[in-house]
């Protein structure tokens, strides 16, 4: 891959991941929550305790809020902005694998590991959402790849104490993240390795100076926040990592222990499609590949952070990302294998199977839609009027299926990924243009809020239900939101600082109400509470949201 050609992938994948940012709006619960952490570190200028609705929040370290906030001092209030760092670093963390991977093995296998990394679903589905899992995960990464180059420099010297040091800095900024899992995957990881290379002495010598480098870089804020939240380590440590993991009542996504499993194979679609050719280019050879201490770090790479993960009663899909680096690297190295041996007539028999099925899939969501259109059926996944997006869909899909029809029609191997991977960027491209409504509106609550802000003034007393406190807070740009009924994920904050009254119950409501000197505003998203409201049934209730006013007489 010469250089000119690498520039172009660059261009396109920087398009993929950071131009298609500002295309939706911010999807609760997790986008509008990080935007108002990093809203509100900005106004209180306080870049040591992160704070919602100007209460404690303690479920996270800093870091991922300094990146947040910078982006947002640069491209203001903007869905670009909160989700500008996760972008960046998913491009940052695949050309810190390419790197890797080019300087152990080759150009070829380098330039296919990044560009399967970078068009996996799930990659692109949490790069370019706002969560603190992408740049979790490009400091893990950084943190494996640099321990790997120290760990492959037989002799000691700089250049092998500047790896761990390296090494450090990067599982620093991994701490200062998500927290003690800085420690643990990428301590499992590297353990295992070292015992299958049988490297002994290496358990009891390499890790002293990332440690050391480690300390260096999180003692400033760790030491800082202790001083002004003296109970941060307590709620974080207990109650967000000791707590969540072994699953008592404060476990929050409870789930069994498989649950994570099939996303192993589900999260790096499309190119699970080619595991059969994958693993032919392994075929009898696998054992002596094995050997290759790339490929042996990359299994441990995969096996013991999901072992690690799938042991936690808490489980999220996204929490399953540290492995993908580790995925990337062995689906690339198979999948070259196989492309080298030139025999296509299998991957060509798959790419005609996965295009016929994607033009049928095209047919039948058409006509569905038609039908929907012409008012013969109620509704598809597509309203009536949403004709723009699901033919931005479909011809994103027939794109796609064109695209693997030419990869039949190729000659070389390379030729084949290429048409494959540039199939799938169409699609990953057009995505958050053809989001139907039916799952965009109940998702985007921050937007449905907009209708209202010029309804609602400084001096109004503003009440969100729990499950809406953070799109509240980040769309009227306020701080000092009551909740009504019940306090959600601001249990501890409100728990602090003599901060419970800004917990209402339905008397403390009827109490503010009912007071002359005071406007009150109150938004829900639950129709039971809404029943319990006076007057509801003056308010607006709309696409799931309550408003409703309570003016001066």
């Known amino acids: 891959m010469n250089k000119k050609a690498f520039i172009i992938l660059a261009g396109i994948f920087t398009l993929l991941y950071l131009g ?45 809020h300094w990146l947040n906030a910078l982006s947002l001092k640069v491209f203001g209030e903007n869905s670009f902005a909160v989700r500008f760092s996760s972008g960046l670093l998913a491009l940052f963390t695949a050309l810190m694998l390419g790197g890797l991977v080019r300087r152990f093995t080759g150009r070829r296998p380098a330039f296919m590991t990044a560009t399967i990394y970078l068009t996996m679903g799930l990659v692109f589905g949490v790069g370019t959402y ?3 899992d ?53 301590g499992s990881t590297i353990l295992a390795f070292l015992i299958w290379e049988r490297r002994w002495k290496s358990i009891f010598s390499l890790p002293w100076i990332p440690l050391a480098v480690m300390l260096a870089v999180i003692a400033p804020w760790t030491i800082l926040v202790h001083l002004r939240a003296p109970d941060f380590w307590h709620y974080f440590f207990w109650v967000e990592h000791i707590e969540r993991f072994t699953g008592n009542e404060a476990s929050q996504h409870p789930e069994g222990w498989w649950f994570l499993l099939p996303w192993v194979i589900i999260g790096p679609l ?41 042991a936690s009663s808490g489980k999220l899909i996204t929490y399953i990302l540290p492995v993908f680096p580790g995925i990337a690297i062995l689906l690339a190295f198979g999948l ?7 025999k296509f007539k299998d991957l060509n028999l798959t790419f005609n199977i996965l295009s016929w099925a994607l033009f049928a899939a095209v047919t039948g969501v058409a006509v569905t839609q038609l039908l929907v259109t012409a008012g013969i059926i109620r509704r598809g996944l ?95 740009k306020r701080d000092d939101v009551y909740l009504y009924h019940k306090a959600g994920e601001l249990t501890y904050g409100l728990s602090r600082n003599h901060a419970a009254s800004r917990l209402l119950s339905n008397e403390d409501f ?44």
């Not at 700089?158 to 990428?186: D, Q, V």
């Not at 590949?289 to 993960?309: E, N, T």
């Not at 699901?390 to 990869?407: D, E, N, T, Y």
């Open 382 to 476: 597509y309203d009536a009027e949403e004709t723009y997006k699901w033919s931005i869909a479909a011809l994103a899909l027939v794109l796609l299926a064109a695209a693997l029809r030419a990869a039949v029609k190729a000659v070389e191997g390379e030729v084949k990924f290429g048409y494959l991977a540039f199939g799938t960027i169409l699609v990953m491209f057009t995505f958050p243009l053809s989001i139907p409504n039916l799952i965009e509106i109940p998702k985007a609550p921050a937007a449905r809020l907009e209708k209202f802000k010029n309804r609602v003034g400084p001096g109004t007393v503003l009440v969100s239900y729990k499950n809406l406190i953070s799109a509240v807070c980040w769309t009227f």
């Open 20 to 64: 298609t940012l500002a295309f939706r709006p911010l999807y609760a619960p997790d986008e509008p929550r990080y935007a108002e952490i990093a809203r509100e570190l900005l106004i209180h200028n306080d870049w040591v305790v992160p704070k919602l609705d100007n209460l404690a929040y303690f479920e996270k370290p800093i870091m991922g």
């Open 130 to 132: 706002a969560v603190l």
């Open 336 to 342: 070259n294998e196989y492309l080298k041996a030139g």
């Open 134 to 186: 992408t740049p979790f995960n490009f400091f893990l990464t950084g943190t494996l790849a640099a321990f790997f180059c120290a760990a492959e420099r037989k002799k000691w010297g700089w250049s092998k104490t500047g790896w761990l040091i390296l090494t450090g800095l990067f599982c620093g900024g991994a701490f200062l993240t998500k927290g003690f899992l800085a420690f643990a995957i990428p």
């Open 510 to 553: 009827l109490k503010l109400v009912k007071n002359p000197a005071t406007e009150v505003a109150i938004i829900m998203n639950s129709d039971k509470h809404r029943k319990t409201l006076p007057d509801f049934r003056s308010g607006v209730w709309e696409n799931g949201i309550f408003f409703k006013e309570y003016r001066r007489k």
């Open 270 to 310: 499309p190119w699970t499609f080619l595991l059969p050719q994958i693993i032919k280019g392994y075929g009898r050879r696998r054992r002596e590949y094995f050997r290759q201490p790339l490929l042996r770090y990359a299994a441990c790479w995969v096996i013991f952070p999901l072992l690690l993960c799938s």
